[in-house]
T-cell receptor, first 114, second 111 residues
C-alpha cells in the first residue's frame, strides 16, 4: 500500500531536549516536505526536499533541521525544542505527472513541548 | 497562485449530494483547481483536480464553470465519514511547490 508514515504519532517532551520525527514514503517520490498546523494559522511549510541531499527552507524553518540521505526518508530534527513548537506536524511526499502535482500526507505527529 | 474563497461551513444529510462551491475569480490560464480534504487531525487527502473540463473519479466530481472563475466539488452520496474540512486550491502546473491551504469549508454530514 502506498503510504507516508511518521513516527512517533504523539510526543511529549521538555524544552531543550533534542528530538527527531521520522518520515518515510514507499512511493519512490523525489519531493518531500514538512508542514506544521496550528489553530487559526492553517498548514505552513517548514522545509522541503527536491531530492536526495537537496533541501531548502519553507515558510517557517526557524528551530528545525532536516536531512535527506535516502530518497524514502526525510526526518525532521528539533535540536532544542521550545514551547512555541508545540504543534501538529505533517510530512508529505509528492508525485508529478505532466506537471500535475499530487501530495500525499502522513498521519501527523502531535508534539507537546513543556 | 490565485486566491480562493469558500464558505466557512456547510451541512449535508447522509446519502444526499454535497455540493461545495469555490470562487477563484482571479485564476489564470495555466492554473489548475485542486481539492483536498482533511478529516479531523488527519493528514490532508487529495480528492481531485481539473483545468477546465469537468472531472470525475471514485471520490467526487469537479464542475468548473466555463469562465473558470468558480467550481463546485460534488460528493454524490455523502456519508458520515465525509465530514471534514475541504480545501480548494488553485495553482499552476509548474512542478513541485508548496500547497497553500486556506481556511476551507467545514462539511458536516448528519444522519
Amino acid at each position: 500500500e502506498a503510504q507516508v508514515t511518521q513516527n512517533p504519532r504523539y510526543l511529549i517532551t521538555v524544552t531543550g531536549k533534542k528530538l527527531t520525527v521520522t518520515c518515510s514514503q514507499n512511493m519512490n517520490h523525489e519531493y518531500m516536505s514538512w508542514y506544521r498546523q496550528d489553530p487559526g494559522l492553517g498548514l505552513r511549510q517548514i522545509y522541503y526536499s527536491m531530492n536526495v541531499e537537496v533541501t531548502d527552507k519553507g515558510d517557517v524553518p526557524e528551530g528545525y533541521k532536516v536531512s535527506r540521505k535516502e530518497k524514502r526518508n526525510f526526518p525532521l530534527i528539533l535540536e532544542s525544542p521550545s514551547p512555541n513548537q508545540t504543534s501538529l506536524y505533517f510530512c508529505a511526499s509528492s508525485s508529478t505527472w505532466l506537471g500535475i502535482e499530487t501530495q500525499y500526507f502522513g498521519p501527523g505527529t502531535r508534539l507537546l513541548v513543556l | 497562485d490565485a486566491k480562493t474563497t469558500q464558505p466557512t461551513s456547510m451541512d449535508c444529510a447522509e446519502g444526499r449530494a454535497a455540493n461545495l462551491p469555490c470562487n477563484h475569480s482571479t485564476i489564470s490560464g495555466n492554473e489548475y483547481v485542486y481539492w483536498y480534504r482533511q478529516i479531523h487531525s488527519q493528514g490532508p487527502q487529495y480528492i481531485i483536480h481539473g483545468l477546465k473540463n469537468n472531472e470525475t473519479n471514485e471520490m467526487a466530481s469537479l464542475i468548473i464553470t466555463e469562465d473558470r472563475k468558480s467550481s463546485t466539488l460534488i460528493l454524490p452520496h455523502a456519508t458520515l465519514r465525509d465530514t471534514a474540512v475541504y480545501y480548494c486550491i488553485v495553482r499552476a502546473n509548474s512542478g513541485y511547490s508548496t500547497l497553500t491551504f486556506g481556511k476551507g469549508t467545514m462539511l458536516l454530514v448528519s444522519p
